[in-house]
């Protein structure tokens, strides 16, 4: 499986332009030639023969006025070509299938010249994205292929980010494509009937990229800057073709899809503050909140009104808007002590019922405590991770869990407690600052 990578020789004007040209419109390069050939693996190949067709034939017949339907075309005849070539190296004509395919490339031609439209290219993008994030697929996969073919991260970026190995991650994303083809997943916007459970699948895919990207599980840094930033572009772009495709744009915006994406904007704002000049992890109540991006906050406090006013006359409230709500109040605060807590625990409380989880029921407790003191967060922490709540088994090795009991118990004094259990949040974590952190509230303890 290739990687998307330039080619290394021509003149350096062509080839900067080209650069530029990759950088900014690969993905929807590939997502238009993956419809109109069908095939993962061959679009790849056709874009990088393409560019690298241009590389060589630019500096003598000049840039094409509009480059990226002369590339789509190129990489289009390109397919044709490689599909004939194979054939002949396989000593065969071209069974049925081989032939109907060409047939059905070479028939795309005035497809390949609408693809110059912007919005035309946008929809491709859409389809890539359902297709990706398709409910047949496994979970980790929607995750790798979206992030391999939307978002063009290599399979080394990818596993670095989710504590893998490159070739499980290329294997994950080859299954995926594979169960792709077999199953004939149509390449398409669902219809509206199909609507809430393949936009859901694609939801928790971003959600899922924006939460490794938030709070890295591994390395040497609090977050991953690249992982915030494509889940943020991936929401933006569902945003707005949710608003301009026509599948979608008759149902009007989906209030998640606003939820989510003010959820990102909101957490993504205290990126800055998050971290010492030195590497250092701060904690939300010891952050500088001048360092918040306001803009950032705006944004996401509009859409987030919007989404609950589309959805306050259902009556229905949807988790990631939940999660932006709780947000917002911590991002309309001057501080941790004038945070309305009373009013994120009423979030938390609906938040449970729609959407029952561990994680959720942590939160909660620690803003129990934020509330009513510490005492009354660690019954809630206890009765979480009781044996017998069966929920025990989900938390036994979230180091937050246990960091969070640990704080409990060291600001009521409990100081034998606290160190026996930073030192268990400790033992699971392997993020750097996190064990910095942990190791210095051990010493104090001490």
């Known amino acids: 499986m290739s990687e998307r990578v330039m080619p290394e020789r021509g003149s350096e004007p062509i080839r900067e332009l080209l650069d530029s040209l990759y950088r900014e419109d690969s993905a929807r390069?590939?997502?238009?030639?993956?419809?109109?050939?069908?095939?993962?693996?061959l679009a790849e190949e056709a874009m990088h023969e393409a560019f690298a067709a241009a590389l060589s034939l630019w500096p003598k017949s000049g840039v094409p006025g509009n480059p990226r339907p002369w590339l789509i075309s190129t990489a289009r005849f390109k397919a044709i070509d490689t599909l004939r070539r194979r054939a002949r190296l396989e000593r065969i004509t071209l069974d049925a299938s081989q032939d109907e395919l060409a047939q059905y490339i070479e028939a795309q031609s005035s497809s390949a010249e609408k693809s110059s439209d912007d919005d035309f290219l946008e929809d491709d993008r859409l389809r890539l994205i359902f297709t990706c994030c398709h409910p047949s697929l496994a979970p980790e996969a929607r995750v790798a292929l979206t992030l391999r073919e939307v978002c063009g991260l290599t399979t080394e970026e990818i596993a670095k980010a989710f504590l893998t190995t490159p070739s499980t991650l290329a294997q994950r994303i080859v299954?995926?494509?594979?169960?792709?083809?077999?199953?004939?997943?149509?390449?398409?916007?669902?219809?509206p009937q199909e609507l809430p459970e393949r936009l859901g699948a694609v939801l928790q895919v971003i959600y899922l990229v924006f939460n490794e990207g938030y709070s890295a599980a591994a390395g040497a840094n609090v977050t991953r800057a690249e992982l915030t930033g494509e889940a943020i572009r991936l929401g933006r772009l569902l945003l707005e073709l949710h608003l301009n495709e026509p599948h979608l744009a008759e149902l009007g915006p989906d209030p998640e899809v606003m939820g989510l994406f003010s959820l990102m904007l909101l957490q993504e704002s205290r990126r800055s503050a998050r971290m010492s000049p030195t590497g250092e992890l701060i904690l939300l109540e010891n952050q500088d909140r001048s360092l918040w991006n306001r803009e950032q906050i705006a944004e996401g406090a509009a859409l987030l009104e919007k989404a609950l006013s589309a959805q306050q006359k259902s009556r229905r409230f949807g988790p990631y808007t939940l999660q932006a709500a709780i947000a917002a109040v911590h991002a309309e605060a001057e501080s941790v002590a004038a945070t309305d807590w009373r009013q994120i625990v009423a979030l938390y409380d609906q938040l449970l019922r729609i959407h029952p989880s561990p994680v959720v029921e942590l939160n909660r407790a620690v803003a129990i405590a934020m509330r009513d003191g510490p005492e009354a967060g660690l019954a809630q922490i206890d009765a979480v991770l009781e044996p017998s709540s069966g929920k025990q088994g989900?938390?036994?090795?979230?180091?937050?869990?246990?960091?969070?009991?640990a704080d409990m118990c060291r600001r009521l004094g409990r100081t034998a407690e606290a160190r026996a259990a930073y030192e268990k949040a400790l033992a699971l974590t392997q993020q750097e600052p996190e064990r910095q952190f942990l190791q210095e509230r051990i010493r104090q303890l001490k």
């Not at 390069?29 to 693996?41: C, K, M, P, S, V």
């Not at 299954?175 to 219809?191: L, S, T, W």
């Not at 090795?397 to 969070?404: D, G, P, R, T």
């Open 175 to 191: 299954r995926a494509k594979a169960k792709i083809r077999e199953e004939r997943i149509p390449y398409e916007v669902p219809a």
């Open 394 to 405: 989900e938390l036994a090795n979230y180091y937050l869990a246990h960091s969070a009991r």
């Open 29 to 41: 390069i590939l997502a238009t030639l993956i419809r109109l050939l069908g095939d993962f693996d």
